[in-house]
């Protein structure tokens, strides 16, 4: 049988998809991480508790939001609260992964969607933190979704909005936030990075449907670990795109 064909964008969605644990709690934000959320609610984890910015927390993801407030994020869920009470309880501890994005991350997991350029005279301005700031300082394992390029991964981000690793070992320690917390896996176009236990710096897992090791390392703006062995991710399957295109997104709002 022929392998299916596939965008991008549906592969970002099945890899996050299939980082997300039956159980699991996980602060889920607009656009990608919406629709794998929704599609490991329909695959590997139907008690996926996803969490909302606005106040909904345990939602079944039947018809796709359209935003972090959208009433769809309330259906069914276990409850409807608000940003202040939602923010406590990652604070608090209870909330496991955290999805983000950002226009630079670094080699420590650091994130910048603030400005291009110094913060005083910028080249770029960017929408900002929201509460990504919230989401990496709080929650025990974040996961970034990036597209991968040396602009995007940097030596050093021009801002810091969201906290990664900071600057090492003990670095987030140092700064008040909870020990055992921070970045987890970076899902991008060409494949899935870790971070390396003792240095805290991203490592090469996995490499994506025909890009190479050397590809993803000519393509980061640091000298980037590679894992003893960097495994396949195998592509979407016929039945994660038939969910994804009939039941989640038909309309094609991001696929």
């Not at 919406?34 to 695959?43: E, F, G, I, T, V």
């Not at 983000?100 to 960017?126: C, F, M, W």
């Amino acid at each position: 049988m022929s392998q299916p064909e596939y965008n991008p964008a549906e592969l970002l969605i099945c890899l996050a998809a299939r980082l997300m644990e039956d159980g699991a709690t996980a602060f889920i934000g607009t656009g990608i991480p919406m629709l794998a959320a929704s599609l490991a609610q329909r695959m590997q984890a139907p008690r996926l508790v996803p969490v909302f910015e606005f106040g909904g927390t345990g939602a079944i993801l039947e018809k796709l939001p359209l935003a972090v407030g959208d009433m769809r994020t309330f259906h069914k869920g276990l409850v409807a609260s608000g940003i202040c009470d939602i923010m406590e309880t990652a604070q608090r501890g209870f909330v496991e992964y955290g999805f983000l994005g950002g226009a630079q991350i670094d080699r420590y997991g650091n994130l910048n969607s603030t400005v291009i350029g110094p913060h005083e005279t910028p080249k770029v301005r960017l929408p900002g933190s929201g509460g990504a700031n919230d989401v990496g300082s709080s929650c025990w394992r974040t996961i970034a979704i990036m597209r991968h390029g040396k602009q995007r991964f940097v030596e050093t981000c021009d801002f810091v909005t969201t906290p990664g690793y900071l600057t090492g070992p003990g670095a987030r320690e140092r700064a008040g936030l909870p020990a055992g917390s921070g970045p987890y896996r970076v899902v991008s176009n060409l494949g899935v990075m870790g971070y390396d236990e003792d240095t805290k710096e991203m490592t090469l897992l996995s490499v994506n449907p025909g890009v190479t090791v050397e590809q993803v390392l000519d393509e980061t703006g640091f000298p980037m670990r590679v894992a003893p062995r960097v495994d396949a991710n195998p592509p979407p399957t016929a039945e994660e795109l038939r969910i994804l295109r009939e039941q989640i997104d038909p309309d094609r709002l991001y696929i």
